[in-house]
């Protein structure tokens, strides 16, 4: 592809991903929904704007923007936010994950989907949109029990989420293409390999980043680490997801020198979020999304089952008030960037799956992200009102 038109597409759609993010930062519409929407209208079920070449895009900037999500996500198992946390939001975040992807993946495999892919569809139902759920905690301006429990469930619900996905993937990846013995072996290989890398890289991180300039990284600091993760966990065929978790967690659990560890890679990432979020809406294939039928209503219907279903067993579990228990599923709904970054990490490994992972991934993401907040209000409202 010639350099202007790299240079022109690049341009566009940086201009494009702000004016959706102006909007949405001045309206009650979400933003990632707004940049999904744009995608679509540029993309092959709009105006099919975009070079083909561009769709090379995808994979790059899959693993550099979900690397810096997982990086950040890391930043969660602080051994004081943990603590914090406490028992109750642990065990319900956990039973979320759990119980949606069995829900789902289950559902989907009695429909009649294959189980390799029903299970990845599984493993992305889990994720959630944190931004999204603590908007409108942040706006209800209710405090106590239930809203601090749910911004503590949110806050461990993705890092979990994509430690379900690393291990159902590998698993998927071993039911599709090997055998018992092989599959169990590759998953060990890509979650230990993940883990293993995490450490490696954040120790030295931990230690040598922030020193510089006292306090926390500089920005080069901060892109050589995310950027030397995502090659290394490409180069090992590794799960990048996990190295970047784990090295996150080991940053900021032992790099004492640190005001704020993260910093600089919160400033950074949206622009590649932005284009990441373009490009997804860009391979959206929206009439095939009407195509799915059952397989697409089953998902939705199963998501909000598993998530309700899950959130109620953890509640009871984690010894959360009676009162709130039917509340947290509900007000948990909204999905967004990781669960369309799972999905093209899903389709690049499913080939054959590809187009109707990632259309349904997609297309439920705008649903969920449209009536998802407005339900995590309601659930605060019933919460608060049932104390």
């Not at 429990?149 to 293409?177: C, H, R």
């Not at 899903?346 to 009536?371: K, N, Q, R």
Request: aromatic content about 8%; some cysteine.
């Amino acid at each position: 592809m010639a350099q202007h038109i790299v240079f022109l597409t690049l341009g566009a759609l940086f201009i494009a991903g702000l004016a959706a993010d102006t909007l949405g930062r001045r309206t009650r519409l979400p933003r990632v929904t707004l940049l999904l929407a744009c995608g679509v209208v540029v993309g092959r079920s709009g105006l099919d704007l975009l070079p083909a070449e561009v769709q090379g895009w995808y994979e790059l900037l899959t693993v550099l923007a979900l690397t810096m999500v997982a990086f950040l996500l890391g930043g969660v198992f602080r051994r004081g936010t943990l603590t914090q946390y406490g028992r109750e939001i642990l065990v319900i975040s956990l039973c979320i994950v759990g119980g949606t992807v069995a829900v789902v993946a289950g559902g989907l495999w009695l429909l009649g989907l294959p189980l390799a892919p029903a299970l990845m569809l599984g493993a992305i139902a889990a994720a959630t949109d944190p931004a999204a759920v603590e908007d409108v905690v942040h706006e209800s301006g209710r405090k106590g029990g239930f809203p601090d429990k749910l911004k503590g469930i949110v806050a461990v619900d993705d890092a979990w989420g994509i430690i379900a996905f690393s291990v159902v993937l590998a698993v998927a990846a071993g039911i599709a293409g090997e055998g018992g013995s092989a599959a169990l072996g590759h998953a060990v290989r890509e979650l230990g390999g993940g883990i293993a890398l995490g450490v490696a890289m954040g120790l030295p991180a931990a230690y040598l980043t922030g020193r510089l300039r006292r306090g926390e990284p500089m920005q080069s600091e901060a892109l050589g680490v995310v950027f030397l993760i995502a090659g290394f966990a490409e180069w090992f065929e590794v799960s990048f997801l996990v190295a970047g978790m784990v090295a996150g967690a080991v940053v900021v659990n032992f790099a004492r020198h640190h005001d704020r560890p993260f910093h600089e890679i919160e400033h950074i990432r949206w622009p590649f979020m932005m284009l990441f979020f373009l490009l997804a809406g860009a391979s959206l294939q929206a009439g095939r999304f009407v195509e799915l039928g059952v397989i697409g209503a089953g998902y939705v219907v199963l998501r909000v089952v598993g998530r309700i279903a899950g959130s109620w067993i953890g509640a009871g579990l984690g010894g959360a008030p009676a009162a709130e228990r039917p509340w947290f599923g509900v007000g948990l709904l909204p999905q967004a960037g990781v669960a369309v970054g799972m999905a093209l990490v899903a389709a690049g490994h499913f080939p054959d799956y590809s187009g109707m992972i990632l259309t349904l991934t997609i297309g439920t993401t705008v649903a969920f992200e449209l009536v998802g907040p407005p339900l995590t209000q309601w659930a605060l409202n019933r919460a608060q009102r049932s104390d």
